[in-house]
C-alpha cells in the first residue's frame, strides 16, 4: 500500500515541478533582464514624439522623413550625419520613393554646407528660423539624426558619430529601422 502512495505523491510533486517551474524561472528571467525587452529599434524612441507640422515639413504625398537640422559649425560630425543620410535613403532601393531625406535650415545654419547642399537633388531643404525650429523642439535637442512619420511626427533619434567608420556603422542601424517602418505602414 505504500508504493503507490509513494508513487501518488511522486507523481503530483512532478506534475506541480512541470508548472510551476517555468513560471518561477521567467520571473526570475524578467528580474534580472536575463533577455532582450522587445526592443527592435536601433534608435531612441522620443516619448513623445515631436510635432513637427508647424514647419510645414509636409509633401504632398506622405512620406517618411530622415531629417537633419544643420548646425552653425559644420564639422566631422555634421559632414558625417549628412553623408548618412544620403546614404541610408541610396540604400532603401526601390523603397526610397517612400521617403525622403530633409534637411532643416535656419539663418545660423552653415552657408558654405548650405550652398553644397542646393546642388544635391535627393535632399530636400527646408528653411525655417531658429525660434520656430526651438519651438517644435523644446526639451530635445536638435543634435541627431531623426526619422519623422508620415504625420510630420519625429519618432526616433540617432546620435552623430564624429568617426566616419563610427557613421556607417550607425548608419545601418538607421537604414534597419527605415526598413522596418516601411515595411509596417502602408502609408508612404
Known sequence: ??????NNRTMMLLLAAVFILPVILAKFALDNGWFNQAVTNKGELLTPPVDMRVLQ???QQPKWKLLYVLPEI????CENALYSIAQVHSALGKESDRAEVVVITHEKSNLVQLALLKD?????LLNTNLKSLQQVFKENTTDGIFI????????????LQIDQEQAILHSRD???DMRKVLKLSHIG
Do not use: G, H, W
Open 1 to 6: 500500500m505504500s508504493t503507490p502512495k509513494k
Open 57 to 59: 515639413i509636409s509633401t
Open 74 to 77: 559644420c564639422a566631422l560630425e
Open 120 to 124: 544635391k537633388q535627393n535632399i530636400r
Open 148 to 159: 519623422a512619420d508620415t504625420l510630420d511626427n519625429v519618432i526616433l533619434r540617432y546620435p
Open 174 to 176: 538607421i537604414l534597419s
